[in-house]
């Protein structure tokens, strides 16, 4: 029994039940759950010994190593709320969130600082930086360095743990595609109910390997640490330059579980599977959007025997539904059912349920429905709202606050999700309302792109035109051949006015996925500047 319900007793529980059991793995370093939930106290020992009080934020600036591990979980022993920031981000990105959220103490490495500081010193709030390794302390006029050997053995401060589960634990920030990156509050209850749910859908159990590709700043990464902690598993983080790194980890560590976005399902479809993977990769998922069905095809085929489990979640609920890997051959482009102990709903405009195959607007109820946006009331009134009226008990006077994600699905008969756009991206061409992924799941399906995104762009005539970004998969293919592939496949209305073939890869956000707003934003003006 893993009785969790503060972020860090996930570690806590684990290495009490099994304290000599692998829990984290980084390069040629093992922690047993004993070792990991010593540091991770040490670390909250620390933190406290540096005046952090209870609430307060720690920034977590690095790439995926055990530092950053200890340093989000000691963060929550002490009470803090912990701040994962992507290692992409450059200094005046990082020093928005600082700003933005108030941070106290800043973890990251000496290499990085030295490109740090005239963006550090734009940041009032901060009062402390911990470097790794061993760094030599000192201050400055507005905060002081430490080294982590220090942090770990410092004199013991008064820790002011959370009180309850409905606490801060974490702020994690959107990629910013569509403006300033906004910071989604997680409580401890959000995190742990997370790590729960998820686990016991995908089956992990003890002797589970989960390889941390994804960053950990992003909520699904992160994910990869709490639901292995809660079912006593190892984490093994990679910071990979190629997909072929990925494949080589899973190999050498014999990696039982991985999730990833699609832009690396993609390359990693193009990569050759030794034999014996097969004997260890348990089970494979997707998240962070649509997998083409070409991909997964390919997949399953190279993966014989290994799980497929097709999800959909937000950062601002976490985590929202799955498909049953028993069901992915009868339906492929479906994004599933909830997730346990959650209900999500299609919803009308007027807050009315859709009528099966209806399109209509994803909400999700639960315990994984996050405290709102931080600092941002505006933006947390829109996304985070009261259930209707009528879908609640009629005498329950206090309204139950549900996450509209802002995501167009629909529901078939049988109460299978399918997934259509976000109602930010669709494409309103000659009248019709036209998905992205629509017309990306067709491209693939020619066999004749490596990856591609379609955006719509500003048009005199049709509204917005819809424009097709693609890596060919051989080096003769040529605009008109693809044009004519996609014209045997697609309506008329769904042709795209133009093609652009590029040989590097497409750009990606902060998170690992095809950045679409960047790709508009490139061709905005390709039929004439924007009115």
Known sequence: MRNSWLLHHLIECSAALTPAAPALTAGTQTLDYASLWQAVAS??????????????????????????????FGASAAGGVFVPINPLLKPAQLAYILRDCNVRVLVTSPERLSGLREALAQCPDLRH???TGHAASGANDTWSTHSWADLLGADKGVIQPAATELDMAAILYTSGSTGRPKGVVLSHRNLVAGAKNVATYLGNRPDDSLLAALPLSFDAGFSQLTTAFHAGARVVLLNYLLPRDVVKAIVRERITGLTA????????????????????????ANTGGHMPSSTLQTLLAALPGTQAYLMYGLTEAFRATYLDPAEVARRPDSIGRAIPDNEVLVLREDGSECAPDEPGELVQRGPLVAMGYWNDA?????????????LRAHGLMLPEIAVYSGDTVRRDEEGFLYFIGRQDEMIKTSGYRVSPSEIEEEAYATGLVAECAAVGVLHPQLGAAIVLIATPTRTDLDTTTLLAALKARVPAYQVPAHIALRIDPLPRNANGKIDRKALGAEFASLFGEPA
């Open 43 to 72: 670390c909250a020992r620390g933190l406290a010994g540096l005046g952090l009080g209870r609430g307060e934020r720690v920034g977590i600036y690095l790439d995926k190593r055990i530092e950053t591990v200890v340093a989000s």
């Open 261 to 284: 976005v699609p832009p690396l399902w993609i390359q990693l479809a193009a990569q050759t599977f030794p034999a014996e993977v097969a004997s260890h990769l348990r089970y494979i």
């Open 378 to 390: 505006e933006k947390t009134a829109e996304r985070f709202r009261p259930l209707p009226a009528a």
């Open 129 to 131: 930086v911990v470097l």
